[in-house]
């Protein structure tokens, strides 16, 4: 009995947007890596809201709570809060890889990245242990994921190769960067 190979690559939809998609399935140290100062700022004031507003509240309006009970609500409000902040620095991040806000920075580092990849001869998005199936599975998964993440914080931790653009235009620009040191150097 003869089984039929599954199918590893499902393309995915592009969503149109105002600003050219990057990667619709960005890893997660890429989204860390490409964050803007404004994203950690951003962030930042995110999470010191949750104590800030609690501190404000208890000075306007007293909880009396008996010894050591406000200062285990000011830190469960300051976990809460970091991780939120967290949460709204990696969304505001994803979303210009996406293409969902300006994302002229990114693009140009992403270009940047990739050509030395193809330089060096390096796979553009990392190797992977994961079987060519398994990591189709991990994109379908992890794909547009930063849209969903109030209500589901879910991260790409996969190298695969399936992320909604055409790699054709990193090898282009290499060939041409390539092509230009030579008549570089020839020419010297």
């Given at each position: 009995?003869?089984?039929?190979?599954?199918?590893?690559?499902i393309p995915?939809?592009?969503?149109?947007?105002?600003?050219?998609?990057i990667d619709n399935?960005?890893?997660?140290?890429?989204?860390?890596?490409?964050?803007?100062?404004?994203?950690y700022i951003h962030g930042t004031v995110a999470a010191a809201a949750g104590p800030g507003l609690l501190l404000t509240m208890e000075k306007f309006a007293p909880s009396h709570v008996g010894?050591?009970?406000?200062?285990r609500a000011l830190r469960l409000a300051g976990v809460i809060g970091a991780i939120g902040g967290f949460l709204y620095f990696?969304?505001?991040?994803?979303?210009?890889?996406?293409?969902?806000?300006?994302?002229a920075r990114e693009i140009d580092m992403d270009m940047k990245e990739m050509v030395s990849k193809?330089?060096?001869?390096?796979?553009l998005y990392g190797e992977s242990k994961l079987t060519p199936h398994m990591q189709g599975v991990?994109?379908?998964?992890?794909?547009?994921?930063a849209l969903f993440t109030a209500v589901l914080p879910w991260f790409n931790f996969v190298n695969h190769s399936q992320h909604g653009v055409d790699t054709a235009k990193y090898y282009i620009r290499a060939e041409q960067e390539l092509e230009a040191e030579r008549s570089g150097k020839s020419s010297s």
């Open positions: 009995m003869a089984t039929t190979p599954q199918q590893t690559y995915s939809k592009v969503t149109p947007s105002e600003y050219p998609l399935d960005p890893h997660f140290r890429r989204v860390v890596g490409y964050a803007r100062t404004s994203d010894r050591g009970g406000f200062a990696y969304q505001r991040s994803s979303l210009r890889f996406y293409g969902m806000s300006e994302n193809v330089k060096s001869g390096e796979p991990a994109a379908r998964q992890s794909r547009y994921s």
